[in-house]
């Protein structure tokens, strides 16, 4: 079981931008991250295995949905406080990040902006504490970065929905509660409809031997003519516009959860450097270990000032879709590299679990991937700056 001694890198005094809230928020996290995530993630990402037994303290700590409105048992807070809590469950472990992102942003998000005040009530108390857990289900086997080419579809049955398809790479899926799902009704407008387990016809098998984020459960859903009351669709949206709305939300916690990794990874090598001696000498004093990690340390500031100021622009309703790309992109861009030069850093050590860093670097490999891939945000960007679509 690994003793977790984080220092909190803050080489420009960030956290001087941050409020009394915010720090009270930031310091109850990570000590609960330090209590009860870090001494246990390794043992079940090794396993392969979501620790189930956390959703309700993760519920208690208010990671779920912890910028929505406190009347539907939400957390009323800034988007610098989700922010924040991201980075921290980031820290310890992307796929932790995953199960709080996608309940929050992909799945409590969806149904309090376009769903019914029925819905708010009936679902969204209970997703926050953890009792409820829910599932996003956009990409299906054919249909990954252009998920408008969807095949995923339903017919009107007069008083119910015939929901017929299947969805892939589905986190938190095999033990969800509740999936939204995007398909496209007869006149081919995507709309997103609440579907429960239970429901017949529908079944979300696991995912199983991937190398990358062990400890989040990642499933398909499939939908075999499941009838969906219609009192399940979500009434305020139809359109693409929908499900990349969420997706904004969840990239911004992106942006923040990376860098908690790639702080991590900093962390742990300049630790590891300063204790580990060759030559007669702990391995900090030569050049080439100093360049890794005031490189490191370089990228990690930029990033944490990047997504400060992404936090303020949200705060205020100003932050784009392509800030958000840029933001997500460059934050797990460097974390991918400071994990590898972490990695060097701890020599041979780094590739055992006594350290965090391959597991972050594997999980990192699915964190560049999904919510938009790391060419899909370039592409986005440069749609921003050119304003042609390099898409198709
Ligand atoms: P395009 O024609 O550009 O847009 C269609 C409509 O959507 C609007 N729109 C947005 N609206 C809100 N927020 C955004 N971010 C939006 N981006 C676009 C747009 O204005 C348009 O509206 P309207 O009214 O004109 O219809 O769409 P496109 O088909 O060309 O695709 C654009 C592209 C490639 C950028 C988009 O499809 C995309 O982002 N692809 C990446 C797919 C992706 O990110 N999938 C993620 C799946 S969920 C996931 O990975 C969860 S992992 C969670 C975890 O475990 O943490
Ligand atoms: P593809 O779209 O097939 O892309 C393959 C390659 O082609 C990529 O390098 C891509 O950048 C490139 N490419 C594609 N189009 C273009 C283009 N126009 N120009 C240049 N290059 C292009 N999805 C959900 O809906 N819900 C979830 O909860 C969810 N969780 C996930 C969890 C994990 C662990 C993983 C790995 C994925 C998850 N996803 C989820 C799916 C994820 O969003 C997709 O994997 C991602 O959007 C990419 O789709 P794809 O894998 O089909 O790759």
């Not at 001494?39 to 912890?66: K, N, S, T, V, W």
């Not at 408008?148 to 007069?158: V, Y």
């Amino acid at each position: 079981m690994r003793t977790d001694t984080y220092q909190h890198p803050d080489h420009y005094l960030v956290d001087e931008l941050l409020t009394e809230e915010h720090r009270l928020i930031r310091d109850s996290v990570r000590q609960y991250v330090k209590k009860e995530l870090s001494p246990i993630i390794e043992d079940y990402a090794q396993r392969a295995e979501f620790p189930r037994h956390i959703l309700p303290q993760l519920g208690a700590i208010g990671a779920f949905g912890p910028s929505l409105p406190a009347e539907y048992g939400c957390g009323g807070m800034d988007q610098i406080a989700y922010g924040i809590i991201m980075q921290e469950l980031e820290r310890c472990d992307s796929g932790i990040r995953s199960t709080a992102s996608v309940q929050g942003s992909l799945v409590m998000y969806p149904i309090y902006k376009y769903g019914s005040e029925e819905q708010r009530r009936k679902y969204l108390p209970k997703l926050a504490t953890g009792e409820w857990m829910g599932c996003f289900g956009l990409t299906e086997p054919d249909h990954g970065s252009n998920p408008g080419g969807m095949t995923t579809h339903f017919q009107d049955k007069g008083d119910h929905y015939l929901l017929n398809g299947a969805k892939m790479w589905i986190s938190n899926a095999p033990f969800a509660d509740i999936a939204v799902v995007w398909a496209k009704d007869e006149a081919g407008k995507i709309r997103g409809l609440i579907v429960e387990r239970g429901m017949e016809g529908f079944t979300t098998p696991e995912t199983h031997n991937k190398w990358s984020l062990r400890a989040s459960a990642t499933g398909e859903l499939v939908f075999a003519n499941v009838k969906v009351p219609k009192e399940n669709l979500l009434p305020n949206i139809s359109g693409l516009k929908g499900p990349l709305g969420c997706l904004d939300s969840a990239r911004y916690g992106i942006a923040w959860g990376a860098l908690g990794a790639a702080m991590d990874c900093y962390d742990s090598a300049k630790q590891y450097a300063l204790q580990r001696i060759q030559f007669d000498k702990p391995i900090a004093s030569f050049q080439l270990i100093q360049k890794k990690l005031a490189e490191m340390l370089t990228e990690i500031t930029k990033g944490q000032l990047l997504c400060w100021r992404l936090g303020v622009l949200k705060n205020e309703d100003r932050a784009t879709t392509a800030q958000i790309s840029m933001a997500k992109r460059n934050s797990v861009e460097i974390a991918l590299n400071i994990a590898r030069e972490a990695r060097q850093i701890h020599g041979g050590m780094g590739i055992t679990g006594e350290y965090p860093i391959m597991r972050h670097m594997m999980n990192l490999e699915s964190v560049v991937t999904y919510e938009g891939t790391h060419d899909i945000h370039l592409l986005i960007t440069g749609m921003d700056l050119t304003g042609i679509s390099a898409f198709r």
